[in-house]
């Protein structure tokens, strides 16, 4: 039985004592989703689970050293989570001609360089020295998830329930952050 996103919206209704989605629709209980969504892929990563793999080619322009811009949404490192490797080439050069750069613990001081010398992966963000000219950047990467915007997109195996009671229980906190009670079902419940 294929899963998906919707399954995981219904059961938190259910555990949110909503079963016909009135108080809790999928559009009100989606950005909730998200945030475990995000949360179960870090701790996954945290304790070296599989994650997915990606790799993705970026228009690189010269001088560029903070490749926070990409991770931006809808950029081509929105849902890196760890880099892997991180390759270039100039402009215009086949795809044969890619050229790997070294991962460093601290970028060197350096200008005046064709092509990357050097990058690091700091506080969450790839930073690299400063080309002289504009690069084809491919950076293969580990990734969260993408973003679930729709019931019908496809929920990650083996984590439906997970997501569920997450995605109820970030929801009841709300609430009760809101409220200061739980307002389950259409009655206050009082902690």
């Excluded at 399954?7 to 016909?20: E, G, H, K, P």
């Excluded at 990409?70 to 390759?87: K, N, Y």
């Excluded at 000219?133 to 990467?141: G, H, K, N, P, S």
């Amino acid at each position: 039985m294929a899963l998906n996103s919707g399954d995981v919206i219904t059961r938190a209704q259910a555990l949110l004592d909503d079963n016909d989605g009135r108080e809790f629709d999928a559009d009100y209980l989606m950005p909730y989703y998200n945030i475990a969504l995000e949360d179960v892929w870090l701790e996954l990563a945290n304790v070296n689970a599989r994650v997915e793999e990606r790799l993705v080619t970026l228009a690189v322009p010269l001088g560029t050293t903070d490749y926070s811009t990409f991770e931006a949404t809808g950029q081509g490192l929105e849902t890196m989570l760890q880099p892997v490797t991180l390759d270039w080439k100039l402009v215009g050069e086949a795809d044969t001609a890619y050229r790997p750069a070294r991962r460093v613990q601290q970028l060197p001081d350096v200008s005046g360089e064709t092509g990357i010398v050097a990058w690091e992966f700091r506080e969450g963000h790839i930073f690299t020295t400063p080309s002289d000219v504009a690069l084809t950047v491919r950076v293969r990467f580990q990734r969260l998830a993408s973003v679930i915007n729709d019931a019908a997109d496809a929920a990650q195996r083996g984590l439906v329930n997970i997501l569920a009671y997450r995605t109820a229980a970030l929801q009841a906190v709300d609430r009760l952050v809101q409220y200061g009670d739980l307002r389950v079902g259409g009655a206050a419940t009082q902690l």
